[in-house]
C-alpha cells in the first residue's frame, strides 16, 4: 500500500567562508586574530586563512551548555555577523545566551570569547544579523575584527567557482575548508528565480550560517542546510530537540530531534541580506519585505489539523502575477524547468513546510526546498519549481511531495520526456453505483497523489469521464460517493487510447 509521502533524511551542512577586511583601531591584547597566508593556502586574491578569520562559531546557550551551535560571518568591523536565523531562533526560548568563537588558527578549535544579540532577522529567508556586544567576561570588545567583503551574488553563473569554511561540530572540532562550483539556481515564489544557489560544494553537517565566497574572497551566499538524525549522535546544529518524543517528561538527549534548515548544498545569495545589513548599520529596524507577519510572535502551538491542498497541477512556468504559463499533463525532453501549483487553506505563517521533489524515485536535493517558514498566508495558492535552464531537466517521472509540520499533505506526478505520448484514458461506468473519487498514479511513483476527477465530477452509471494522461504503466484506485474503495488494480499499461470498463464484477 503507498504512503502518502515520505521522510526526506537529509544530511546537512553548511557553512562558513569569510573574506577578511582590516578594521581600524589598536590591538594592543590581540583580541582580534592577525592574518597569516601561506602560498599553498592563497586561492584568487585572498587567502584561506584570512577567510577563515572572518568566521566565527555561534553557541546558544542555557546556563553554561551549548543547546546548539552554528557557524556565522563577520561583516563589518564592529563586529555586525551574517547567520541563519534558525541558529539565532529563540521563539521557543531555548537558549539564554549567544556565545561566539573567534577563528585565532585554523589548527585550533575556537573559543567562546564573546557575548552577542540578535539585532536583525528575517524567518522567510533564514538570515539573520547578530552584533558582538561584550566579552564573556564582561568587558568591552574590541572594534577591529576582521571581516568579509559583500559581494554581488546577482552576478553568478553556473561553473563560478565557490570556496565554503565553517565549523563541523563543537568540542574540538577546527574549521573545515571546501570547494566547488555553482550548479544552478532554484525558483522561489515571492523572492525570485535566485532565491537559492546551488552548489556541488560538499557542506559538512552542523556549519548552518557560515559563508561562501568566490574566487574573489568577496561574500556571494550563506550555506542554509538542515542536519539529520539526533544531534547528541550527530553534533549536528541543524537537528534541535524540541518534542517530548519518548513521553518522559523531560526534554534531553533521549528523544528525537526536529530538523530545520533550507534544502541540500543551497546558499541563500547574500543579495537577499542587503536590506538587512544596510538597515542594521544606519541603526534602523528590518522588515523584511518577504511576508507581513510578525514571525518572531508565532505561536509554539500549531494546529495543522485543518489544512487543506488541492487542485495541484504542473506548468512551465510562471508569470509575473504567480499564475501558470502552460499547464500541462507530459513534459517534453529537455524541459528547462517544472513547476508545481496547488490551492491551500489553513495554513499559517510560521508553519514548516517541505517541497519535495523525486526524479524516478530519488530525492532530488538541489530542486527540494526543506523545512522552510510559511509566508503565504492561510488560503491561497502557492508554487514551487525544479528547473536546469542550462543543459535542460533528464527525462523521467517528477514527483512533488509536499509536507506541513513534518506531515504529508499532498502529492502528484508527471513525466518529462519524448518517449511518452499523451493519451485518452476514458473510465466507462457500466456498474450499479456512483464513482466519485479515481486515481490513476504512475507505478513508478510512491504516492496515489491527488484524485483526479476532481471534487465536483461524479461518474453515474452509464456515463464516463475522460482522464488525459502520459502513456504509460499505471496503479488505478477507485472509490464510490461514500468513500468507499470499490477498486484497486496495479500495473495497468495504458500505452495509446483505450478504455476502462467499470462493471459490478470488478468489485468482487
Given at each position: 500500500?503507498?504512503?502518502?509521502?515520505?521522510?526526506?533524511?537529509?544530511?546537512?551542512?553548511?557553512?562558513?567562508?569569510?573574506?577578511?577586511?582590516?578594521?581600524?583601531?589598536?590591538?594592543?591584547?590581540?583580541?582580534?586574530?592577525?592574518?597569516?597566508?601561506?602560498?599553498?593556502?592563497?586561492?584568487?586574491?585572498?587567502?584561506?586563512?584570512?577567510?577563515?578569520?572572518?568566521?566565527?562559531?555561534?553557541?546558544?546557550?542555557?546556563?553554561?551548555?551549548?543547546?546548539?551551535?552554528?557557524?556565522?560571518?563577520?561583516?563589518?568591523?564592529?563586529?555586525?555577523?551574517?547567520?541563519?536565523?534558525?541558529?539565532?531562533?529563540?521563539?521557543?526560548?531555548?537558549?539564554?545566551?549567544?556565545?561566539?568563537?573567534?577563528?585565532?588558527?585554523?589548527?585550533?578549535?575556537?573559543?567562546?570569547?564573546?557575548?552577542?544579540?540578535?539585532?536583525?532577522?528575517?524567518?522567510?529567508?533564514?538570515?539573520?544579523?547578530?552584533?558582538?556586544?561584550?566579552?564573556?567576561?564582561?568587558?568591552?570588545?574590541?572594534?577591529?575584527?576582521?571581516?568579509?567583503?559583500?559581494?554581488?551574488?546577482?552576478?553568478?553563473?553556473?561553473?563560478?567557482?565557490?570556496?565554503?569554511?565553517?565549523?563541523?561540530?563543537?568540542?574540538?572540532?577546527?574549521?573545515?575548508?571546501?570547494?566547488?562550483?555553482?550548479?544552478?539556481?532554484?525558483?522561489?515564489?515571492s523572492v525570485g528565480n535566485r532565491a537559492w544557489i546551488k552548489t556541488d560544494a560538499t557542506i559538512a553537517g552542523g556549519n548552518s550560517g557560515g559563508l561562501a565566497v568566490n574566487d574573489d574572497g568577496e561574500l556571494i551566499g550563506v550555506p542554509t542546510v538542515v542536519g539529520s538524525g539526533a544531534g547528541s549522535e550527530t553534533g549536528y546544529v541543524d537537528c534541535r530537540v524540541l518534542e517530548d518524543t519518548n513521553n518522559d517528561g523531560a526534554l534531553d538527549d533521549d528523544d528525537t530531534c526536529v530538523t530545520v534548515g533550507g534544502f541540500i548544498n543551497g546558499l541563500r545569495p547574500v543579495g537577499l541580506a542587503s536590506d538587512m545589513i544596510a538597515a542594521a548599520?544606519?541603526?534602523?529596524?528590518?522588515?523584511?519585505?518577504?511576508?507581513?507577519?510578525?514571525?518572531?510572535?508565532?505561536?509554539?502551538?500549531?494546529?495543522?489539523?485543518?489544512?487543506?491542498?488541492?487542485?495541484?497541477?504542473?506548468?512551465?512556468?510562471v508569470t509575473s502575477d504567480d499564475e501558470p504559463t502552460e499547464v500541462l499533463a507530459l513534459f517534453p525532453s529537455n524541459a528547462e524547468r517544472v513547476c508545481g501549483f496547488w490551492d491551500f487553506e489553513g495554513m499559517q505563517d510560521g508553519m514548516t513546510w517541505d517541497a519535495l521533489w523525486y526524479v524516478d524515485g530519488e530525492l532530488n536535493e538541489g530542486g527540494s526546498i526543506i523545512a522552510d517558514t510559511w509566508v503565504g498566508g492561510e488560503d491561497g495558492n502557492w508554487w514551487v519549481c525544479i528547473l536546469d535552464e542550462e543543459s535542460g531537466l533528464p527525462d523521467g517521472l517528477y514527483e512533488l511531495v509536499l509536507q506541513i509540520e513534518g506531515s504529508p499533505t499532498g502529492s502528484d506526478a508527471v513525466y518529462v520526456g519524448d518517449d511518452r505520448q499523451l493519451v485518452e484514458f476514458d473510465i466507462v461506468n457500466e456498474s450499479s453505483v456512483e464513482i466519485c473519487g479515481v486515481w490513476a498514479s504512475p507505478a513508478d511513483a510512491q504516492n496515489w497523489g491527488f484524485e483526479d476527477l476532481g471534487?465536483?465530477?461524479?461518474?453515474?452509471?452509464?456515463?464516463?469521464?475522460?482522464?488525459?494522461?502520459?502513456?504509460?504503466?499505471?496503479?488505478?484506485?477507485?472509490y464510490d460517493c461514500s468513500g468507499v474503495t470499490l477498486l484497486e488494480e496495479y500495473g495497468i499499461d495504458i500505452l495509446t487510447d483505450s478504455t476502462y470498463t467499470v462493471t459490478d464484477a470488478s468489485f468482487q
Open positions: 500500500m503507498r504512503m502518502l509521502g515520505l521522510l526526506a533524511t537529509v544530511l546537512a551542512a553548511l557553512l562558513t567562508l569569510t573574506a577578511c577586511g582590516s578594521g581600524g583601531g589598536d590591538n594592543d591584547d590581540e583580541t582580534t586574530p592577525t592574518a597569516s597566508p601561506t602560498s599553498e593556502e592563497t586561492q584568487g586574491e585572498v587567502s584561506i586563512s584570512d577567510l577563515a578569520q572572518s568566521v566565527v562559531q555561534i553557541q546558544a546557550l542555557s546556563g553554561d551548555d551549548a543547546v546548539w551551535w552554528g557557524s556565522g560571518t563577520i561583516v563589518s568591523a564592529d563586529g555586525l555577523i551574517l547567520t541563519n536565523a534558525h541558529v539565532i531562533d529563540n521563539r521557543y526560548g531555548e537558549y539564554d545566551t549567544l556565545a561566539v568563537g573567534i577563528t585565532r588558527e585554523t589548527d585550533e578549535a575556537p573559543e567562546a570569547e564573546f557575548i552577542a544579540e540578535v539585532v536583525a532577522v528575517d524567518f522567510a529567508l533564514d538570515l539573520a544579523l547578530v552584533q558582538i556586544t561584550e566579552r564573556t567576561d564582561g568587558g568591552s570588545a574590541p572594534r577591529d575584527f576582521p571581516f568579509v567583503r559583500v559581494g554581488d551574488s546577482g552576478a553568478l553563473e553556473i561553473g563560478d567557482a565557490v570556496r565554503i569554511l565553517g565549523y563541523p561540530g563543537i568540542g574540538g572540532e577546527t574549521i573545515t575548508f571546501t570547494d566547488g562550483s555553482v550548479s544552478g539556481f532554484t525558483a522561489e515564489r548599520e544606519a541603526g534602523e529596524a528590518y522588515v523584511s519585505p518577504y511576508h507581513e507577519a510578525n514571525l518572531a510572535d508565532v505561536p509554539v502551538d500549531i494546529d495543522a489539523s485543518e489544512i487543506s491542498l488541492s487542485n495541484l497541477l504542473f506548468s512551465t512556468g471534487p465536483t465530477v461524479i461518474v453515474p452509471p452509464g456515463d464516463f469521464w475522460p482522464l488525459f494522461i502520459a502513456s504509460g504503466t499505471y496503479d488505478l484506485l477507485m
